[in-house]
């Protein structure tokens, strides 16, 4: 596998977002597959016989990487829908994300100042609720100590088709803490896990002090941003469209369980916090909603009722919203039917919808002169990496 150093854009420094979006990679052959973009998330099983991805985000959170916190909350729904039309093996993957803080003073110097806020998981409204969660604070960052810890317990796949992947961001050196760095990235590898290094400074700084050389031992990408650049929104025609349809498909979901109240709420909450960002970071969540990859069997009935292993007679009258209990069996079963009906035609049209979107943004990036941007749907490092594990993209 090829490692080596993303080359950077314009300027210099570039964000994380446009770091994302516009790593200069070998353009990856059309999907011979038939790409179906309007598969809905409640056709596809938890895993079952798919295909996986699992990415470990590992964030500096000491003082002075606010930005970076700030940039990495809208990157996570552009990772997640690079996937959204991606095959391997005539499959779609299932993505699985864990993330990790490492380097803030107010957690435990037995800990190594590292924090697993989430194992690697399909649950990506969790993920954004802890990403706006985050704080920073002065600290000693560990960069071989977390990777070493991401590596061995998180539950990586066994499979080597797997893309199994790190990204590590920070500024302090990479070198520093009780673990070698360059001996964490080589143990990673070994299991078949990519680590890149995302350095928030100075391309030399980020040389000499460690950063491309853990890259380059781990069949990984070395990258340089600058965590406090903001990337322009663009507003497209097809945006309150989406958003409307987004309305409506948050109607699709029944929450059940004891704990189904708050279940909804965060979803909602999350749609919050996307909107609070631009309406881009909203619009590219209601495309993740509208995947396969947006999954809450664990809440929601509509999505559950979808398993292998689902049976009727295991949902308690008691752990249903008021409005359902009085319902039969069989009528309950037709209304979650019915939710599912909805449910996938309004997936379809975000999809649909959010495919246009796309190439018009591309378009109006091209025309500002800015090197594919935020229009882009997520790195291209993470493209050309998935690409040599089998997974093929509908690039034109």
């Given amino acids: 596998m090829k490692s080596g150093i993303l080359k950077l854009t314009g300027a210099g420094i570039v964000s994380l977002g446009t770091l994302l979006a516009t790593a200069q990679e070998p353009k990856i052959e059309k999907a011979e597959v038939e790409i179906d973009a309007t598969k809905p998330a409640a056709n596809i099983a938890e895993n079952g016989d798919a295909p996986v991805v699992q990415i470990a985000l590992l964030l500096d959170t000491s003082g002075s990487m606010s930005g970076l916190i700030s940039q990495a909350k809208t990157q996570l729904w552009s990772v997640v829908n690079e996937f959204i039309a991606a095959k391997q093996d005539g499959k779609t993957p299932v993505v699985q994300v864990a993330l990790y803080e490492y380097g803030k003073s107010s957690l435990s110097d037995d800990s190594r100042w590292i924090r697993q806020i989430q194992p690697l998981t399909r649950d990506l409204d969790s993920i954004s609720k802890e990403l706006f969660a985050l704080s920073t604070n002065g600290g000693e960052e560990y960069c071989g100590a977390v990777i ?10 066994a499979s080597p088709k797997t ?3 790190i990204f590590i ?6 070198t520093q803490g ?3 760095a360059d001996e964490a990235c080589k143990a990673a590898i070994a299991k078949g896990i990519i680590v890149n290094t995302i350095h928030c400074g100075e391309e030399n700084v980020g040389i000499s002090t460690g950063w491309k050389q853990g890259a380059l031992l781990a069949d990984g990408k070395f990258m340089v941003i600058d965590q406090n650049q903001t990337v322009a929104h663009i507003d497209a025609p097809q945006d309150d469209a989406i958003l409307k349809l987004n309305e409506q498909l948050n109607k699709t979901y029944i929450a059940f369980g004891a704990q189904r109240e708050a279940w909804a709420s965060n979803q909602i909450a999350q749609d919050s916090n996307a909107g609070s960002v631009n309406k881009d970071s909203l619009v590219r969540r209601a495309a993740t909603k509208a995947s396969a990859n947006y999954f809450n069997a664990n809440w929601d009935i509509v999505d559950a009722s979808q398993q292998k292993d689902f049976q009727w007679s295991d949902i308690k009258k008691e752990d249903l919203p008021e409005e359902l209990r009085k319902l039969t069996t069989e009528e309950l079963k037709a209304h979650v039917d019915a939710q599912l009906a909805s449910r996938t035609e309004l997936q379809k ?3 649909q919808l959010s495919q246009e979107r796309d190439s018009w943004v591309a378009e109006k990036r091209k025309e500002l002169g800015e090197d594919n941007s935020l229009g882009s749907a997520v790195s291209s490092t993470i493209r050309s990496q998935a690409a040599l594990k ?6 034109e």
Avoid: M, S
């Fill in 390 to 395: 089998g997974i093929r993209f509908d690039v």
């Fill in 148 to 157: 070493e810890q991401a590596a061995n317990t998180l539950a990586w796949d």
């Fill in 349 to 351: 049209q975000i999809l």
């Fill in 163 to 165: 893309y199994k992947a």
């Fill in 169 to 174: 961001a920070g500024n302090e050196p990479f």
């Fill in 178 to 180: 009780p673990v070698k």
